[in-house]
């Protein structure tokens, strides 16, 4: 089973892929606060697959409700924190209270985001 700790390092690896460019290429900010508009949901609640959650068309919905808004970069901590789904992890007991359950399956973030396309 995955571990709040997987699930973070998952994301960093993604983020890290999708910030990454070729040389030559023009760079694309795809955080938080760039005009890229970010959403996440745990993957036990969402039906499909990786291919139809990367189609443009897609439209998110979670389990009966729509997805959470995202705050990239961070964690699903962060971000739920964000939300006001949990209180601030750094006090008190609040992390110690967290539903460690929520955080047994990885989650996915999902954005749509132009690409230019060029000629050859």
Partial sequence: PYTMISTMLIFVCC???L???AA???TIMLTTGSGTTWEMENSKHVHAGGAELSEPGYRPHGHGHPWQKAIVPSTVVGSLVANGY???PFYSFNLQNMDKSYFTEPWWFRSVFPI???ST
């Fill in 19 to 21: 910030l990454g460019t």
């Fill in 86 to 88: 949990y209180q601030n």
């Fill in 116 to 118: 230019a396309t060029t």
């Fill in 24 to 26: 030559g290429t023009s």
């Fill in 15 to 17: 983020l890290a892929a």
